[in-house]
């Protein structure tokens, strides 16, 4: 009779267009959750702390396909955006993301790296595909991994979300666009990940204390075996 009907939703979508504003949910509060309130009518409101998905006061709510990525698609980080979240209410996943998403200041404040934001999100729920593991299975698996673009398919290899029909996927449609680079191209491409592998693992490395000791006395003694060297060189020159 007064109008207002009730219905009992498993799922809740708020189509809110095409502006990033949600004032049915801040509403006047924003000053009393530490939001700018004086940014002017076409400021996008924040979006959550925990990977721009959800606030950890209220994890029901999910804000899917609102991050811009720098290259790459929306759709396929939507998908592992709500593949994360199913982990997140089932209190699943294998870490908690780190508070990094509070700044203000960049003109895009939800602009993530593609690759970094996907394999973030990949690593929580532990569906981020083992090298080791599908080179010694299927290599055609494991090169599309390391040389390829971070699709989804690859997070369907293993974790809570793997499917046989991933790894056709991916040893088949993936995996063809590799055959069709230039050698030269995919020559390059692997030397840079040998050059990326090298910095991660003297990264690594120095984040333990003992290999940080190993590291530092094996490099100062090649600089002074290096030094030395120098100096004999030198004294054979004026030696002449």
């Known amino acids: 009779k007064d109008g207002v009907r ?32 004086d940014v002017g009518k076409t400021a996008d409101d924040p979006l959550p702390t925990e990977h721009f998905i959800v606030n950890p ?13 720098n290259v790459g698609a929306i759709p396929p980080m939507a998908e592992l955006q709500a593949m994360w979240w199913c982990e997140k209410l089932e209190d699943k996943l294998a870490c908690q993301a780190n508070d990094y998403y509070k700044l203000h200041e960049s003109r895009l404040n939800y602009g993530v790296d593609y690759g970094y934001y996907m394999f973030a999100l990949a690593r929580e729920i532990r569906a981020v595909p083992s090298l080791l593991y599908w080179i010694i299975r299927r290599p055609k698996i494991a090169l599309t991994c390391g040389f390829g673009q971070a699709h989804v398919p690859i997070f369907r290899l293993q974790g809570p979300f793997a499917t046989k029909e991933a790894q056709e996927v991916c040893a088949g449609e993936l995996f063809s666009p590799l055959m069709k680079r230039p050698f030269m191209m995919n020559c390059v491409f692997f030397v840079e990940a040998l050059c990326f592998a090298v910095i991660n693992g003297v990264a690594c490395a120095l984040e333990n204390p003992r290999s940080r000791a190993v590291v530092t006395l094996g490099v100062g003694a090649a600089l002074l075996c290096n030094n030395k060297s120098w100096q004999g060189s030198i004294h054979s020159l004026l030696a002449r």
Do not use: H, N, S, W
């Not at 219905?7 to 009393?32: C, H, I, N, S, W």
């Not at 006061?57 to 990525?69: H, N």
């Open 6 to 37: 009730t219905v009992e939703a498993d799922l809740v979508v708020l189509a809110t267009g095409y502006r990033q504003r949600f004032p049915f949910l801040y509403g006047k509060d924003k000053a009393d959750q530490g939001m700018p309130t």
């Open 57 to 69: 006061d209220e994890p029901r709510l999910a804000y899917i396909g609102f991050v811009r990525p």
